[in-house]
């Protein structure tokens, strides 16, 4: 079967370091994105992993181990506006995104 | 790049009417089109791909003859909601998948939809 699991919520010190983990399990896999959903709006793409490694962007890094199906995403110097819902989500063999229900960070001063 | 959009960003109407919501990709051809529902404080919910110029592919629970999607084009898809109910009333939002980008789905802005 493929099922897919991130924290419900987590917080967070604004300028601290915060680590967002989303494990998954499923046969067929063709690659790991983070999403960062405000409320009351539309998701907006983090990062896409398809390799292992660490993948850097700024002040969010993607991390994905295929073999241990775990991914996490780092999130640096935390600002107030990064208070949000983070959505993992991997792709099947389908090529149809199976979505996480989403971890809301919530940034406190 | 990779820019959806989505009109209208909100709409109510009354009981029994229909409703139709475009998505369009403004700078890239989208050769996939989904559609996802999602509920105050819950994951989004996929309710269909569609591929240009074939049949949407409905998720399990999703009934096409109320949820009726149109992929006419590389840039166009439409949802309309018929003759829609309160319950119906959520937040949807497309995302749509280019070909030069074949894994990554970019989202549009989400319709909000409250039927009185």
């Known amino acids: 079967g493929q099922n897919i699991d991130q924290p419900t919520e987590m917080t967070a010190t604004e300028g601290a370091i915060v680590q967002i983990n989303c494990t998954y399990q499923?046969?067929?896999?063709?690659?790991l994105f983070w999403y960062q959903q405000h409320a009351g709006e539309a998701p907006t793409f983090l990062s896409y992993?398809?390799l292992d490694g660490l993948e850097e962007k700024g002040r969010f890094s993607s991390f994905l181990s295929r073999s241990k199906g775990y991914s996490y995403l780092l999130l640096k110097e935390l600002q107030m506006k990064d208070s949000a819902s983070y959505l993992c989500a991997f792709m099947d063999s389908n090529y149809q995104l199976i979505w996480g229900a989403g971890t809301k960070l919530i940034i406190k001063p | 790049g990779a820019v959806v959009s989505q009109h209208p960003s909100w709409v109510i109407c009354k009981s029994g009417t229909s409703v139709k919501i475009e998505c369009r990709s403004l700078?890239?051809?989208?050769?996939?089109m989904f559609w996802y529902r999602q509920f105050p404080k819950q994951s989004l919910m996929l309710m269909a791909t569609?591929?240009?110029?074939?049949?949407?592919?409905?998720e399990q629970g999703v009934e096409k003859d109320k949820f009726l999607i149109n992929h006419a084009s590389l840039t166009l898809s439409t949802l309309t909601v018929t003759s829609a109910h309160p319950e119906d009333s959520s937040f949807y939002i497309c995302s749509a998948r280019g070909l030069d980008s074949q894994e990554t789905q970019y989202f549009g802005p989400g319709t909000r939809l409250l039927v009185l």
């Open positions: 992993n398809v």
């Open positions: 700078d890239f051809q989208a050769t996939t």
């Open positions: 569609s591929n240009e110029g074939s049949k949407a592919t409905y």
């Open positions: 499923t046969s067929g896999f063709n690659g």
